[in-house]
C-alpha cells in the first residue's frame, strides 16, 4: 500500500490484500494477460474498496473474497478501467457491492451468504449467480435500468424453494434461471417485477423434475414462464 508497484505476467495471477487501505490510488498494479484475481479479506471483519482504489490498477479481472469476511466494494469509472468483470463474495458475513453510472461493463456477481447489492444506477448486464437457497430476507439485490439483469439459480437438494419472504427485497431484474435439473418452486414478491414491466422465468433445466410458480402476488408486472421436459409443472 501508500505507492507500491505490482507487474505480473501471463497465466492466471492471483494478488492477495488482507485488509482496508492494502490497495490504494497511489499503488499500481498491472496485473498482465490472462484472468486475474484480486483476492480480498483475510484480516480484516469488513475490507473495503473504494472505487479511487483501482486508479492505478490494469488487467484485472475479478475480486474474490478470501475466508470469512466480509466485502463492500464500490464500483465506477476507475473499476471499469481496471478490467474488472467478476465479483464473489465470501461465505457466513454480510457483502456490500455497489454498482455506480459510471460502471457499464457487464458484471457478474456470485452470491456467498448475505448481499447487499445496489445496482440502481447501472445500465449494464448484470447476472447474479448462486444457489437459490442464499436468497433470503436478509439480502438486498437491486438490478439496474437495463433489461437483461438477471439471477441464475442453482438447486442443491432434492426440493429447493423461494417464497414471497425470501424474494421480498429482490427487484429490478428481468430474468430468473433455473440451471439445474432439480425440483424448485418459487413464489414471487410483488415487488419483484417493477411496474408495467415483465419478468421471464426460465426452468427449462429442469427436465425430468417438477418446477411449481405462483406470481398472484404480482400486482401490475407480467411474466414469461417456460418449462421443459415430461413432468407436471
Known amino acids: ?8 505476467g501471463g497465466g492466471n495471477d492471483s494478488i492477495v490484500i488482507h485488509t482496508s487501505g492494502d490497495l490504494t490510488k497511489a499503488d ?19 475490507t473495503t474498496i473504494a472505487d479511487a482504489d483501482f486508479t492505478l490498477v490494469s ?5 474474490s473474497g478470501v475466508g470469512d469476511y466480509a466485502l463492500d466494494i464500490t464500483l465506477d469509472t476507475l473499476a471499469q478501467a481496471a478490467g474488472i468483470t467478476t465479483l464473489t463474495a465470501t461465505a457466513s458475513k454480510t457483502n456490500t457491492f455497489t454498482i455506480k453510472s459510471g460502471y ?40 439496474g435500468t437495463g433489461t437483461s439483469d438477471e439471477l441464475s439459480l ?4 432434492t426440493t429447493d424453494a423461494l417464497d414471497k419472504t425470501k424474494m421480498a427485497n429482490v427487484s429490478g431484474f428481468e430474468k430468473i434461471t433455473f440451471t439445474k435439473d432439480v425440483t424448485a ?11 408495467g414491466k415483465s419478468l421471464t422465468v426460465n426452468a427449462n433445466a429442469l427436465t425430468s423434475t417438477v418446477f411449481t410458480f405462483d406470481g398472484s402476488e404480482e400486482n401490475d408486472g407480467t411474466f414469461s414462464i417456460s418449462a421443459a421436459g415430461t413432468e407436471a409443472h
Request: a negative charge.
Open 104 to 143: 457499464t461493463s457487464n458484471l457478474s456477481i456470485a452470491m456467498a451468504a448475505t448481499e447487499v447489492i445496489d445496482a440502481s444506477a447501472y445500465t449494464g448486464v448484470l447476472t447474479i449467480t448462486g444457489d437459490m437457497d442464499l436468497i433470503a430476507s436478509a439480502d438486498t439485490l437491486t438490478g
Open 28 to 46: 499500481s498494479v498491472d496485473a498482465g494477460a490472462g484472468t486475474d484475481t484480486l483476492k480480498v479479506g483475510a484480516a480484516s471483519a469488513v
Open 1 to 8: 500500500n501508500f505507492g507500491d508497484t505490482i507487474t505480473a
Open 185 to 195: 418452486t418459487l413464489k414471487t414478491a410483488e415487488g419483484n417485477v417493477a411496474d
Open 59 to 63: 488487467n484485472l479481472e475479478k475480486v
Open 154 to 157: 442453482s438447486q442443491d437438494t
